[in-house]
């Protein structure tokens, strides 16, 4: 089920009213997550719901193995490798498994071997990166001792299937929502309005802003072999606006709606686009992943206690795992290891990113120097980002071929016109972009309340109407969110 269709718009007051007026008790409003969280995720294919099942079981069951061995040490070690190994499979199979066998078959067709073995094309399921990775986490946390096992099965259930959550993130820690499923929850009136206000900024991003950008990046994309080098970084800056308000929507969405049910999930976006270098942009954008690999991989390969080039390894090792984790692509690998090069390069060069404080902190505008850092950071990001919408690794090198090689619009479909398309098109991202400038203190770019009651309802019935005649204008296009895929 899509947070942007008919069907959640229907569901959501039903589950709502549900938990707070029905199922009032802990157990009971946990028993309805579960079941709501199943109908959310079986609207797209009930069959899945097996995989997820099976997941939650083999994990719940870890935990209480891993407290079962309590005075064994390797027998806790042995069944923690087997959930992951076993979890790792699951993810290898449904995920990866057509990307190798056609790699396989493609090498062994150089070498002039033609095998006729019978391949099999399997389908993805939604968000299966989302809540192995949530699933994992319970078990070594359990392992680690970071907290203890649980032995309710519809709490810990809740917590993998979680709706707002499931598909798409943000990737949460037991230690942070399993222990929400096991204290009784209140309705507070301000918190739910306050998750209202984020979700109609998530809605907004999505529809306004990341579904219109949509329409002219995937008209203009497979043209731009006949596009000037301009038009294409235009092209590039207008993804670049599209992916992050179609994944920090969704997460918002998330967030917001989390909230509406008396649950605090982890922040996942942090305004990066006002990041003063690549190290400061991801700890800013998909908190809850890059942090995940942050301390489940690069802290046990010994993160930054090692020399210069272990630490180096380190960041290639966990970039290049980044990359097959966003898809079975060339692109998302290389995307991850140009990213893991620039974090290399700052590491080397000994650059300073560890800021205490928002970028002007206490002052209106960025300093020269603030300014600069922003505008190469971005810059560097568009490149990333070209490289990760790129369908493959020659179309990837063509485009930025392209957009290096040929600066200025020569005429034909890479006229003025394309330019002055792009330009308008990034317009709203722009207003974005000022509107979170303003408010980059908060939590999310919408969360100051507007003090006038009556223009603060103003603002909220036009960024309804807007998102709804989006809405309605892109509904022939596939506007599910982005990072489904993965």
């Known amino acids: 089920m899509l947070f942007n269709s008919f069907e959640f718009v229907v569901f959501l007051p039903i589950v709502f009213l549900l938990y707070w007026f029905v199922f009032r008790s802990r157990r009971w409003q946990n028993l309805l997550v579960v079941a709501a969280s199943y109908v959310f995720y079986g609207w797209w294919d009930w069959r899945f719901l097996f995989l997820i099942v099976f997941t939650s079981l083999c994990s719940f069951a870890s935990g209480l193995l891993i407290e079962h061995f309590h005075n064994h040490r390797r027998r806790q070690q042995a069944v923690s490798a087997a959930n992951i190994v076993l979890n790792i499979a699951i993810l290898g199979v449904f995920k990866y498994y057509n990307f190798f066998v056609d790699n396989l078959t493609a090498l062994l067709g150089a070498m002039g071997y033609q095998p006729d073995w019978v391949t099999t094309d399997i389908i993805l399921p939604v968000g299966i990166s989302f809540y192995t990775f949530q699933a994992l986490s319970y078990s070594i946390d359990v392992y680690q001792r970071k907290l203890p096992a649980t032995h309710d099965p519809i709490e810990f259930f809740a917590y993998i299937s979680f709706f707002p959550q499931l598909v798409a993130g943000p990737i949460?820690?037991?230690?942070?929502?399993?222990?929400?499923?096991?204290?009784?929850?209140?309705?507070?009136?301000?918190k739910a309005v306050d998750g209202c206000r984020q979700m109609l900024w998530g809605f907004f991003k999505k529809l306004v802003i990341a579904d219109n950008c949509a329409v002219v990046v995937n008209e203009y994309w497979p043209q731009?072999?006949?596009?000037?080098?301009?038009?294409?970084?235009?092209?590039?800056?207008?993804?670049?606006?599209?992916?992050?308000?179609?994944?920090?929507?969704?997460?918002?969405?998330?967030?917001?709606?989390?909230?509406?049910?008396?649950?605090?999930?982890?922040?996942?976006?942090?305004?990066?686009?006002?990041?003063?270098?690549?190290?400061?942009?991801?700890?800013?954008?998909?908190?809850?992943?890059?942090?995940?690999?942050?301390?489940?991989?690069?802290?046990?390969?010994?993160g930054s206690r090692c020399d210069r080039w272990k630490i180096i390894r380190n960041v290639y090792i966990v970039w290049a795992v980044s990359g097959l984790w966003h898809g079975a692509n060339w692109t998302f690998v290389c995307w991850g290891l140009f990213h893991a090069t620039l974090l290399a390069l700052y590491n080397l060069l000994g650059i300073n990113t560890k800021y205490q404080h928002v970028v002007a902190y206490g002052r209106l505008l960025p300093t020269v120097k603030e300014a600069l850092q922003m505008a190469l950071t971005f810059v560097l990001a568009v490149?990333?980002?070209?490289?990760?919408?790129?369908?493959?690794?020659?179309?990837?090198?063509?485009?930025?071929?392209?957009?290096?090689?040929?600066?200025?619009?020569?005429?034909?479909?890479?006229?003025?016109?394309?330019v002055v398309v792009m330009v308008l098109a990034l317009l709203p991202g722009i207003a974005l972009l000022i509107v979170e400038w303003f408010n980059r203190r908060y939590e999310y770019g919408f969360q100051r309340v507007i003090p006038n009651s009556m223009f603060r309802h103003l603002v909220y019935a036009a960024m309804i109407y807007a998102a709804y005649i989006s809405y309605m204008e892109t509904i022939d296009n596939d506007n599910q969110f982005i990072y489904f895929q993965f």
């Open 383 to 418: 490149i990333g980002w070209i490289i990760f919408r790129a369908e493959t690794m020659t179309q990837a090198a063509g485009y930025l071929g392209h957009m290096f090689r040929n600066p200025l619009p020569y005429g034909g479909i890479g006229s003025n016109s394309g």
């Open 224 to 302: 731009y072999a006949d596009l000037p080098g301009v038009t294409l970084f235009l092209l590039g800056v207008l993804f670049t606006f599209q992916i992050y308000c179609d994944f920090s929507g969704y997460s918002d969405i998330a967030i917001g709606c989390a909230r509406l049910f008396g649950f605090n999930l982890m922040r996942n976006f942090n305004f990066p686009y006002f990041s003063r270098s690549i190290p400061e942009f991801w700890r800013r954008w998909h908190i809850s992943l890059t942090t995940w690999f942050r301390d489940y991989i690069y802290f046990p390969l010994g």
């Open 172 to 190: 949460e820690r037991a230690t942070n929502l399993l222990p929400q499923f096991q204290r009784q929850r209140t309705f507070d009136y301000a």
